[in-house]
């Protein structure tokens, strides 16, 4: 073989070469879309439209789109002018016709108690008498609520296309009458509450995941594969046992006739039943029990790597066993401890259905709050906004979790 | 590394044994609930509670013959198999994709196939609830599959991706190099290696959609009603004893599927084996 015909054929085969893996990429590629496709449809989509629903203001514009365009240009100082006592007239007896009126009035009342009251009636009385006098005149005699200034900034400010208000709301705050960021009045401050509840049960959960977790995590990394195959058949069972079924079983367990009060009373160790469930120990109890698996797995995995040879070296260094264990075991178990408490953290952040079961009215979570206000009071601005916040909260968590977990080249666990 | 623990000094030897007393309480905390729940399904009381009267199979008759319980059986199965095989097609084409998919924005796909696992189920439902509604996907089959099917796909993609990254190319550019074209290689020499791992990916994918609860109370009407819901609401009524009944079918079902999953792994590490 002559350099000269190496050199001629090496240019067109790195091309074909190049091309073919242009074509292999294209095909891979390909195989990947319809997935993507198949999301974007029913996962990233909906997510993005629950984001712009929290944002969303499109009520008050729809319903009284004359008295938003009359009120454009007032200053929000003392009252609009007539066209604007003319304009929501107008469209009051438009929207009581369409039956449009009690969107925009439910709208309203989330900034101003009453509002509706005060918008609803109106609008009958509207229709049984016809103005003698001006518009003004005649609104504020048929509601004094028209002569106030807040009435009207409350339809300035919800005029759209986007409000802050459902995200303002969700973190307990909202906008006076000036648009100044304030806190929201203590009736409807609940939210910050929620948020904080949520995460202090995260936390408690993460916690005894951890206490309970480490040992076992540590047995079955230290005993013989057999025996701990065997071992691990009592974490992967309750971890493949339906949730309904193991929530289920705890308040059979827990409750007042149940099995731990039947079997106190019955050995004389108390008289009257515990309260063990529908309450905060209750939650712990469930959340616990469903989580651990989350914490045992990711923990078992990394301590079934660390090498005996360390614990062997420390030893014949002279150092005591705890000095050992908590100088050279401890530090190598950080990635595991760090993937399985954030993971365990982060779906217990979003819990729903164990709290809604086992949880007193004082246990809700946020996720329980968003269910709430989608099915319940149709309050979707709010539903989204508390969705909003919890989703960025998990996704900020998410995003730390990747890292470490690619750091440690394994999936960290999940169902695996 | 399994070497075995073999203590040496009297406090080893004391916090070896303070290591198995914790893990066996621990796993006491684990069982408890399975353990509790399976006799109670077998009495002839209606109260809940130990000691059992008799035993009985009233609850389990009880359960066969109800209209309700048979039509959630019914839907749940409709919805666990027809997402898991629409999970199946797209999360295998998407893992042998992204197997050979090289890319600065591979990192940003796989976060988007593997989110549906992390966000929580609440969030989803609703954003899901609030775009399928108007589409008229709600109150249907065809709502719940496809969002079932958008949550059990990570796990496919994980488990069949994890079986690839196994799966040794040389036997397919061996097959190649003999003249196969690309579909007869993937049929007789990819598929048949890589067949355990879309097993254990299918289970996944159907046990995600059978122990599915959030979506299907967004979205379902009350045709559509699976088991888990049909216990969600049993539980906020009233526990009966047929609800435990139900419970153990269902734990008997895990069970199933988890050894079938044992069976799937063990095979794998054995074609592995072979294979190395």
Known sequence: ?416 | MSANHSPQTASQRFAWMATVVASTLVFIFLMAPILAIVPLSFSSSTYLTYPLPGLSLRWYEDFLGSARWMNALKNSVIIGVASSMLSMALGTLASLGLAQWKSKWKPLVLAIVLSPMVVPVVITAVGVYFFFAPLGLTGNYLGLILVHTALATPFVVITVSATLQSFDMTLAKAAASLGAPPLLTFRKVILPLILPGLASGALFAFATSFDEVVTVLFLAGPEQRTLPREMFSGIRENISPTITAVAVVLTVISVCMLSTLEILRRRNERLKGNAE
């Open chain 1, 1 to 416: 073989m002559t350099a000269a015909f190496v050199a001629g054929a090496d240019v067109p085969l790195k091309r074909r070469l190049k091309r073919a893996e242009r074509a292999r990429q294209f095909r891979a590629l390909g195989l990947v879309l319809p997935l993507l496709a198949f999301l974007l449809f029913t996962f990233v989509v909906p997510l993005a439209g629950m984001i712009w629903k929290s944002a969303d203001d499109w009520e008050v514009p729809q319903v009284m789109p004359q008295t938003v365009a009359a009120l454009e240009h007032w200053n929000g100082q003392g009252l609009p002018d007539e066209a604007a006592f003319a304009a929501l007239a107008a469209d009051m007896r438009t929207a009581r016709e369409a039956g449009t009126l009690a969107v925009a009035a439910k709208r309203l009342n989330y900034i101003v108690n009453g509002y509706r009251t005060t918008l609803l009636s109106t609008a009958r009385k509207l229709k049984e008498q016809p103005a003698p006098g001006t518009a003004k005149e005649t609104m504020i005699g048929l509601s004094p609520a028209w002569g106030e200034r807040e009435s009207w900034t409350a339809i300035k400010s919800a005029s759209g296309p986007v409000t802050s208000y459902y995200l303002l709301a969700a973190v307990d705050l909202t906008r006076n009458a000036d648009g100044a960021i304030v806190a929201a009045p203590p009736d409807q401050a609940i939210y910050r509450d929620v948020f904080i509840r949520t995460f202090t049960i995260g936390f408690g959960v993460t916690a005894l995941c951890l206490i309970l977790g480490f040992p076992v995590a540590y047995l079955l990394a230290n005993l013989p594969t057999g025996r701990s195959n065997l071992l691990m058949i009592f974490v992967l069972l309750p971890f493949w046992t339906s949730l309904l079924v193991r929530t289920c079983a705890w308040i059979v367990i827990l409750q007042s006739e149940g099995i731990v009060n039947g079997s106190l009373q019955w050995l004389g160790v108390i008289d009257e039943p515990m309260r063990l469930i529908y309450n905060r120990f209750g939650v712990y109890m469930a959340m616990t029990h469903v989580l651990l698996p989350f914490m045992i797995l990711p923990l078992y995995s990394v301590m079934r790597g660390i090498s005996p040879a360390y614990m062997r070296a420390a030893a014949s260094l002279g150092a005591p066993p705890a000095t050992a264990f908590l100088r050279i075991y401890l530090p190598q178990t950080i990635p595991g401890i760090g993937a399985g408490c954030l993971l365990v953290f982060i779906l217990a952040i979003g819990y729903y259905i164990t709290p809604a079961l086992v949880g007193g009215a004082a246990d809700q979570m946020i996720s329980s709050f968003i269910a709430f206000y989608t099915t319940e009071t149709v309050n979707w601005g709010l539903a989204s906004a508390l969705g909003a916040v919890l989703l960025l909260s998990t996704l900020v968590l998410a995003v730390v979790y990747g890292k470490l977990a690619l750091g440690r080249q394994t999936t960290g666990g999940l169902k695996n």
